[in-house]
């Protein structure tokens, strides 16, 4: 059984006041943790949202050229239909891979270009954050 007669458990103020500025110290820094965490997570939200655009965008580019592609195609299969002569074939193909060529370099750069740009946009929103 306890002994009622004991005195109570005294804590000095110095200690009392030293355990109080601690936990709040502790809270302050949890707090500052729980913020920059919060930042962290917007942060990587809005970089999520810069690629998604940027990967939309080069789809719907890819697509544009793929569609631009194949229209040459045909346009140069209605032309074999109608070539007279071997030698005219010979040059509506010589024509067809040449334009071709400069079709898909230009496309290549500019899709080049785009994801470049999409890279340094990326890491130009992370470093500000």
């Not at 007669?5 to 729980?34: C, G, Y």
């Not at 655009?53 to 789809?59: L, V």
């Amino acid at each position: 059984m306890p002994n009622e007669d004991a005195t109570p458990f005294a804590i000095p103020s110095e200690m009392r006041n030293l355990a109080e500025h601690s936990v709040e110290q502790a809270q302050s820094a949890f707090n500052t943790f729980i913020a920059a965490a919060h930042d962290a997570v917007q942060s990587m939200e809005g970089q999520a949202k810069t690629v998604r655009a940027g990967a939309k965008d080069a789809s719907e580019r890819a697509m544009s050229y793929a569609e631009r592609n194949v229209e040459s195609a045909f346009d140069f299969a209605q032309k074999l239909v109608h070539a007279s002569s071997v030698q005219e074939v010979m040059r509506l193909q010589g024509e067809f891979v040449q334009a071709q060529m400069e079709a898909l370099t230009e496309q290549a750069r500019d899709l080049a270009a785009q994801s470049q740009g999409e890279r340094q946009s990326g890491a130009g929103d992370y470093r500000a954050h």
